[in-house]
């Protein structure tokens, strides 16, 4: 059983496995020092307090070093750097120390450098002492930094013969001392993994002319007889440059790599056996050291590891028996205490992130939380912020939705859904920022967005396993003006055309211009066995919806309501009436009294032309007509464009036989003003479609349509220069195609 107790105070001591650079050398014995003494300690520059139910682990903080009393973190400057701190278990406070590197020392001896002179501190206390050490002008430029431990730095430098040295350097009082260790033959490496019960356990190689021979030694760093005392040298696999391991009085751990893979050995120190366990592929996976009986071991970076790996997570594994058990679900950095005990930097789904302490308990691994980072290690949307009404009225109007993280190595999925259709808008990010921003472009399933009540949802999974997935999820209304010329609720026009086989289609077209152009967002096909009608006219809402509708009067005279359903699609039709064959043409969708319903006008075939008031009635639309005048006859085209003018009624505009297109417009009771002439050449167009604000600039705007091309006029506002001419995309090549437009 794995016990794991959260949130106490520990004066444990703790050690950091740190990862140090390989050097060449055969060992021999050096001389045994005391413990050096050290000069008066610098006072720190802040202090501060921890709290009492817990340590405060910054979220960035990782382990670099520890000792019976403390422990030494670094944390991104900012700016490809590393900042320290010397934080005390028993009092919580931290103190900040100058360098810009940080090493593992194996006790309360902070040691930090600017890569040449090595500062180290007494951490123990305002009586502590401090001394520093230039490693160039000890040992010459070309001498390189291997280690520390203790007070003791450890480092290379080549010989006469260009075979490296190793040294160890002290300064027990105001002077440097240095002393040899190792010299140089035909060794081609050798590194320090770590130290612990006054030895330092060392991985080396060397070359015979034939092959290479790799060994591994514990060296006593105050061993019997003038110098220090070797154990012998073992035997063992090839290692890497980043090879990791650990000493205990019980065992040597260390990892190997061969063919690919790499392996955990430990060599028991009392039956001198050696074991090897399989750890996988991956080179980086780290041994953080034994606890009693067990090997612990794991993938650091699972933090922000980009591909799941059960290897991220810190495992026991028996050494003595084949049980594994999984202490935390990720580990970054871990660190071997001077008592034995493991100090792992990681994460727990139920206990979250922080500093953990690994011990034997009853013969089996027991997890204590040390610190905290308040930050949990299952993903977690802390923050969210999305607007809950979106007008999407404004030409390029975009949606930004916001969300915080607890982490964000993760694939974050968002989903926004209109509850009436169902239709959705998707997007994926992946290792976001935090807050994650999401635009949306007020499009869905890539038309312009429906009015209406959305839900979206957020899923935000772990890249590296590690951990639950995040959700949330919330609610948003988009709001747009009505548009007559509108079915699937969106607020930008829709026109309808029918083909030469009765098949009728609607184009959703985009209600912004790009680069002066109207472009369309999709083709739809309505349904089949339209050319049984004579006239079909899009007329607007007249019958009490948001939506617009349609009429078609059909061979036997009767006139047909599809009232809209606000999703692209028509209701079954319902009957107006009969008796509308003597009507040749039929212009609908203004509101020409100003009371809010679209009304209708017909002219018969003596040319005049009638006024049908829409009465918001789904059963009957239309109020009995009302005679407006004579003399229609003479145009061929009639056209209802809502107010274009400026006035407080819809207008309409005629073309007459010679192609002049005239505006009248409308005076508020059903009829309308004096004609005014608008221009020539119209007859090229065989439809003219009062088509509703196409470029949503606030006004009504007209389609033509004809074998010479399709427009869009979009309106002015000016009685006597209603229109301007934009070009679009409807109906490419398709000007003789269709056989009705509205």
């Given at each position: ?76 400057d900012g700016s490809g750097g590393k900042t320290f701190a010397w934080t005390n278990i028993a009092d919580g406070t931290t103190t900040p120390l100058p360098g810009q ?582 007859g090229a167009f065989s439809q003219l479609v009062g088509a509703g604000d196409v470029d949503n600039d606030g006004r009504p705007d007209l389609i033509a349509y004809g ?36």
């Amino acid at each position: 059983m794995t016990h794991l107790i959260s949130g106490r105070r520990l004066a444990a001591a703790i050690l950091t496995v740190s990862t140090v650079t390989a050097v060449a050398g055969t060992l021999v014995t050096a001389p045994a020092l005391a413990a050096p003494a050290l000069a008066p300690a610098l006072a720190p520059a802040a202090v501060t307090a921890g709290t009492e139910a817990s340590l405060s682990l910054p979220a960035d903080a990782e382990i670099v070093s520890a000792g019976t009393n403390g422990f030494l973190t670094a944390r991104p400057d900012g700016s490809g750097g590393k900042t320290f701190a010397w934080t005390n278990i028993a009092d919580g406070t931290t103190t900040p120390l100058p360098g810009q590197f940080g090493y593992d020392t194996g006790s309360d001896t902070a040691v930090t450098s600017d890569g040449r002179t090595y500062m180290l501190r007494d951490m123990n206390g305002p009586g502590s002492f401090h001394t520093s050490i230039d490693l160039k002008t000890a040992l010459g430029e070309d001498a390189v930094f291997v280690g520390a431990s203790g007070t003791l730095l450890f480092a290379t430098k080549p010989d006469a013969r260009g075979k490296l040295d190793l040294y160890r350097v002290s300064k027990p009082y105001d002077s440097v001392v240095k002393q040899k260790i190792s010299y140089g033959s035909q060794n081609t490496g050798f590194k320090i993994l770590g130290s612990g019960g006054n030895e330092v356990f060392i991985l080396g190689s060397d070359y015979d002319g034939l092959a290479t021979r790799y060994f591994s030694t514990t060296y006593k760093l105050n061993g019997s007889g003038p110098f220090g005392l070797y154990d012998y040298t073992k035997p063992v696999g090839a290692w890497a440059a980043n090879a990791t391991g650990s000493v205990s009085p019980a065992y040597l751990a260390w990892t190997e790599r061969a063919n690919g893979t790499t392996e955990a050995s430990v060599y028991n120190r009392t039956a001198y056996t050696t074991t090897r366990f399989p750890l996988g592929t991956d080179e980086n996976v780290t041994v953080a050291g034994t606890v009693g009986d067990w090997l612990l071991y794991g993938l650091p970076g699972g933090a922000t590891a980009t591909s799941p790996n059960p290897l991220h997570a810190l495992t026991a594994r028996s050494i003595t028996g084949t049980a594994k058990v999984k202490l935390l679900d990720h580990i970054t950095s871990s660190a071997v205490a001077p008592d034995g005990s493991l100090l792992v930097r990681g994460g727990s789904a139920t206990e979250g992130e922080g500093l953990y302490r690994i011990t034997e308990f009853g013969g089996e691994p027991y997890v204590t939380q040390v610190a905290t980072t308040g930050q949990p290690t299952s993903v977690r949307v802390t923050v969210d912020n999305v607007p809950t009404v979106v007008d999407l009225d404004k030409n390029g109007t975009t949606v930004p939705m916001r969300w915080s993280l607890s982490r964000t190595n993760v694939v974050m999925d968002v989903t926004l859904t209109h509850g009436l259709t169902g239709k959705k808008f998707t997007q994926r990010l992946t290792q976001p920022s935090s807050p994650a921003l999401i635009t949306w472009n007020g499009l869905l399933d890539g038309i312009s967005a429906p009015n209406g009540d959305y839900t979206w949802t957020v899923t935000a999974k772990p890249l590296n396993g590690i951990g639950t997935a995040g959700y949330d999820s919330g609610n948003l209304r988009v709001v747009r003006k009505a548009n007559p010329h509108d079915f699937n609720d969106n607020g930008s026009t829709d026109v309808l055309a029918r083909d030469a086989s009765g098949a009728l289609w609607r184009d959703d077209l985009f209600d912004w211009p790009v680069s002066g152009q109207i472009t369309t967002a999709r083709r739809t096909k309505i349904g089949t066995g339209w050319q049984t009608y004579k006239q079909i006219e899009s007329v607007g809402n007249i019958a009490g919806s948001a939506h617009g509708d349609l009429i078609a009067l059909d061979g036997a005279g009767y006139l047909w309501h599809y009232l809209g359903k606000g999703d692209g699609t028509l209701a079954t039709r319902a009957k107006v009436g009969s008796g509308w064959g003597g009507y040749n043409k039929l212009a609908g969708g203004s509101d020409l009294t100003g009371d809010g319903r679209a009304d209708l006008l017909a002219t018969d075939a003596s040319g005049v032309l009638w006024f049908y008031k829409g009465t918001g009635s789904s059963t009957a639309p239309f109020a009995t007509r009302v005679r407006v005048g004579s003399g229609w006859g003479g145009y061929n085209q009639l056209t209802a464009v809502g107010n274009i003018a400026g006035t407080a009624a819809g207008d309409l505009v005629a073309r007459d036989t010679a192609g002049v297109l005239w505006l009248y417009q409308g005076n508020g009771t059903g009829g309308f003003a004096t004609r005014v002439r608008i221009g020539s050449g119209w007859g090229a167009f065989s439809q003219l479609v009062g088509a509703g604000d196409v470029d949503n600039d606030g006004r009504p705007d007209l389609i033509a349509y004809g074998a010479g091309g399709t427009y869009v006029y979009r309106s002015t506002g000016s009685a006597t220069a209603p229109f301007s001419r934009m070009t679009t995309n409807l109906y490419p090549g398709e000007g003789t195609k269709f056989t009705s437009v509205s």
